[in-house]
């Protein structure tokens, strides 16, 4: 029944009678605890990335990286069933290793958090930890082989990390100069008369109208496109991790 609803029923009761298997409930309130643990440990460094990102237009990107790790998750959702509902036919001896791991990426997740929280920049250090607990509680819960199908959404939780707003600024300027000289080049190339000059420290092209009259381009950071090129990352990112 459970394979039936994963991999397609036209009964919309066997779908619902689908979600009574004992295997399929417990792994659901396992998933439950992990999304809470993650929440809860977290919710004070996810409020702030979260405000950072309606304020700032460099980190908007972040509001989105949940929707895609959900999508990325429901693209893997048949051989995630697969692996929650594999039996595991390990040796004795090596039965708890699995176990074992994920206390030591526990561990190692609060290492880092505690670590982080006394350096000038702790939110970086806590987010970095997260999916590193994520995956510690994987296997606890879970095992080796559902943490495997699940590594890249939680490697993608590394992009709530926002880049330093210097990085994004200083970035975005060398671009900003490159697009400039590069529009100007166009611009003489095509018989139109431009120079380059520095506006308050943001490069422009000055075009001469055909009423001689001037008229000033400013390229601003916001004009370079380094937001778009963090977007367009991320977004070449959610492809790759799809099988």
Same mark, same amino acid.
């Given at each position: 029944?459970?394979?039936?609803?994963?991999?397609?029923?036209?009964?919309?009761?066997?779908?619902?009678?689908?979600?009574?298997?004992?295997?399929?409930?417990?792994?659901?309130?396992?998933?439950?605890?992990?999304?809470?643990?993650?929440?809860?440990?977290?919710?004070?460094? +996810?409020? !702030?990335?979260? @405000?950072?990102? $309606?304020?700032?237009?460099?980190?908007?990107? #972040?509001? &989105? *990286?949940? %929707?895609?790790?959900?999508?990325?998750?429901?693209?893997?959702?048949?051989?995630?069933?697969?692996?929650?509902?594999?039996?595991?036919?390990?040796?004795?001896?090596?039965?708890?290793?699995?176990?074992?791991?994920?206390?030591?990426?526990?561990?190692?997740?609060?290492?880092?958090?505690?670590?982080?929280?006394?350096?000038?920049?702790?939110?970086?250090?806590?987010?970095?930890?997260?999916?590193?607990?994520?995956?510690?509680?994987? +296997?606890? !819960?879970?095992? @080796?082989?559902? $943490?495997?199908?699940?590594?890249?959404?939680? #490697?993608? &939780? *590394?992009? %709530?990390?926002?880049?330093?707003?210097?990085?994004?600024?200083?970035?975005?300027?060398?671009?900003?100069?490159?697009?400039?000289?590069?529009?100007?080049?166009?611009?003489?190339?095509?018989?139109?008369?431009?120079?380059?000059?520095?506006?308050?420290?943001?490069?422009?092209?000055?075009?001469?109208?055909?009423?001689?009259?001037?008229?000033?381009?400013?390229?601003?950071?916001?004009?370079?496109?380094?937001?778009?090129?963090?977007?367009?990352?991320?977004?070449?990112?959610?492809?790759?991790?799809?099988?």
């Amino acid at each position: 029944m459970v394979r039936k609803f994963f991999w397609g029923s036209s009964s919309p009761l066997s779908k619902l009678e689908a979600f009574k298997a004992p295997g399929l409930r417990l792994a659901l309130l396992k998933f439950g605890v992990i999304v809470f643990a993650v929440v809860a440990v977290y919710f004070q460094d +996810l409020g !702030l990335v979260c @405000a950072d990102a $309606l304020q700032y237009e460099g980190y908007s990107y #972040v509001l &989105l *990286i949940p %929707l895609l790790i959900t999508y990325l998750l429901y693209r893997k959702r048949h051989m995630l069933v697969a692996a929650v509902l594999h039996e595991d036919k390990t040796h004795e001896s090596t039965k708890y290793l699995p176990t074992l791991a994920g206390f030591l990426l526990c561990l190692t997740a609060f290492t880092v958090y505690i670590f982080g929280s006394q350096t000038f920049s702790p939110l970086q250090y806590h987010l970095i930890s997260l999916p590193i607990f994520a995956a510690g509680l994987t +296997l606890i !819960l879970f095992n @080796a082989i559902v $943490l495997r199908q699940v590594i890249f959404p939680l #490697v993608f &939780l *590394i992009f %709530l990390t926002p880049p330093p707003v210097v990085f994004l600024n200083n970035l975005g300027s060398l671009l900003s100069v490159g697009s400039t000289e590069a529009a100007n080049a166009i611009a003489n190339f095509l018989g139109v008369q431009s120079w380059i000059s520095i506006e308050s420290g943001t490069p422009a092209i000055n075009l001469i109208r055909p009423d001689n009259q001037p008229l000033l381009l400013v390229v601003d950071v916001a004009c370079s496109g380094i937001y778009s090129l963090v977007g367009f990352v991320v977004y070449r990112q959610k492809y790759e991790g799809v099988d």
